[in-house]
């Protein structure tokens, strides 16, 4: 019998079987393996609650816009955007001093009725009275108080005004009011036999209002410009009527030096650059003594007397505030000197 060995047996009987090849993607690398091949995976470290956020980069910090720092507290706005005030309507605003207006025109027909009780009345006229020529009466002072009563009459009525309603659009309202009171008066003019219903009057009036508007609307003209009356006293101290009344008073516009930025914290804030109009020989004891009449514009200088008592602050209790005002629209005698313009 022959003799039976083992890989005869493995050759014939299960080739396929004992005969295994390794597939040829495997690794039989066995070297040493890495350090970190079995090295947990790194876990995401947990916040710190006092962790600060990131900051954003320095280009984005450049490109965001800046916010304005906040000056002072902020101003409530009106339903119509106006944060000093309101507009209201000429009809609410001459409502708010309805008894101011009723007030003025029952003094204007008391004044009145006694003025044509005393110099004679007639039936109404006009009377063409001219400007500040040769032939007037009063050389232009009488038209010059026109316009300078309707002025602080307008600044009175629109410091009522903002008073009583808040509004911010006072200054046309009250020109109107003021020059429709100074027609009223003007119309008992027209009954009187010294005078007459006059358009010079009516333009002077008018030019007054201007004013009092241009003043109150322009910001900070009111602190630099006034048109003031300067009273220099006579026998009679002062005169109510009549030419006399007309040659003691010289009107003024000042030019005040502490209404400019520049200048509010030095001495100069004291002095005024004034420019002004008086006339002479009109009067019935002039022309006796055979004066000429002669029309005097000047040019001067003058202490703000506002400044020299008052200063920078306002004054306090109804009297100082009172004087400070007065003395907007008057001229204190002897605090100014002016040279003619001839």
């Known amino acids: 019998m022959p003799a ?160 009583k309603s808040g509004a911010s659009n006072a200054a046309l309202p009250a020109a109107a009011v003021s020059m429709g009171l100074m027609l009223y008066s003007e119309l008992w003019d027209a009954h009187k036999d010294t005078s007459g219903f006059s358009f010079q009057d009516v333009a002077m009036n008018a030019a007054g209002a201007g004013f009092s508007v241009l003043r109150n609307s322009v910001p900070g003209l009111e602190k630099k410009l006034d048109f003031r009356l300067l009273l220099t006293p006579n026998d009679d101290i002062y005169t109510f009527s009549g030419t006399e009344h007309y040659r003691q008073m010289q009107y003024i516009v000042a030019l005040k030096l502490s209404g400019f930025e520049a200048l509010e914290n030095t001495p100069l804030r004291f002095v005024e650059l004034h420019a002004g109009y008086r006339a002479t020989g009109f009067t019935l004891r002039e022309e006796q003594r055979g004066d000429e009449r002669i029309q005097r514009p000047f040019i001067g200088i003058g202490l703000n007397v506002n400044q020299l008592i008052f200063g920078r602050k306002k004054p306090r209790g109804w009297v100082g505030r009172a004087a400070n005002e007065v003395l907007n629209y008057i001229q204190v005698p002897y605090t100014s000197t002016h040279l003619e313009i001839r």
């Open 4 to 163: 039976f060995t083992a890989p005869a047996f493995a050759e014939t009987i299960a080739p396929d079987i004992l005969t295994v090849e390794p597939p040829a993607s495997f690794d039989f690398d066995l070297a040493a393996p890495s350090a970190t091949a079995f090295a947990p995976a790194a876990m995401p470290e947990a916040a710190s609650p006092f962790d600060a956020p990131a900051l954003p980069h320095f280009a984005a910090l450049q490109d965001a816009p800046e916010a304005a720092p906040a000056v002072g507290p902020a101003l409530a706005a009106t339903p119509d955007g106006d944060p000093e005030g309101q507009r209201l309507s000429f009809g609410r605003q001459v409502g708010a001093i309805k008894w101011e207006v009723g007030a003025a025109v029952a003094w204007m027909t008391a004044t009145n009725i006694v003025k044509v009780n005393k110099d004679g009345g007639h039936s109404f006229r006009f009377k063409d009275e001219g400007w500040f020529g040769d032939n007037t009466v009063n050389l232009g002072m009488d038209k010059l108080a026109h316009a300078w009563n309707t002025y602080w009459l307008t600044d009175v009525i629109e410091a009522r005004i903002r008073h």
